[in-house]
């Protein structure tokens, strides 16, 4: 007498293993952590980015300057916060050369703007070639190097 496989008898079903009992909630599940991790992948990487931006000394250095404008304390108030959302570049090389070019979202009490910085280092020290805070919600601008509104 030969034995024959369970799956070859008529009327009995092999039973189904676990995948393919869960099937309909671990695909959309997996997907959905795939999805997840993508995300919270680009969000470590802007996070790392933004924070290494605020910490460079050209970002320091314009609102060290943007909170000591008499002009921008007046446009904006006091206490002048910076905005999150900071984009731009800052580019350092070996031997003390390297560019920047920000923008920096401020507000205060009575307004908001951004901060439009342009700087370029040279023997180790930054220098701003535009420092600019546009008013949100009118077509002013102050320019910090000067220190006078222009329109």
């Known amino acids: ?9 008529p009327g009995l079903q092999r039973p189904q293993n ?9 695909v959309p599940a997996g ?3 795939m999805l997840a991790a993508a995300v919270a992948f680009v969000g470590v990487v802007l996070f790392a980015v933004m924070t290494t ?9 314009a609102v060290s300057q943007a ?23 800052v ?5 003390g ?3 920047a070019s920000l923008s920096i979202p401020l507000s205060g009490p009575k307004g908001r703007g951004t901060l439009y910085v342009q700087a370029t280092k040279s023997a180790g020290q930054w220098r701003f070639s535009q420092l600019v805070l546009a008013l949100k ?15």
């Open 53 to 61: 931006i605020r910490h460079s000394d050209p970002y320091a250095a």
């Open 31 to 33: 997907c959905g952590a």
């Open 97 to 99: 050369s390297g560019t």
């Open 1 to 9: 007498m030969t034995a024959t496989a369970p799956d070859s008898v």
């Open 137 to 151: 919600g009118s077509d002013e601008e102050l320019d910090l190097l000067d220190d006078h509104p222009r329109a």
């Open 18 to 26: 676990w995948f393919e009992r869960n099937w309909k909630w671990v």
């Open 67 to 89: 909170r000591a404008s008499a002009a921008v304390r007046h446009a904006l108030g006091v206490p002048i916060r910076e905005g999150w959302f900071t984009t731009g570049s």
């Open 91 to 95: 580019n350092v090389q070996l031997g």
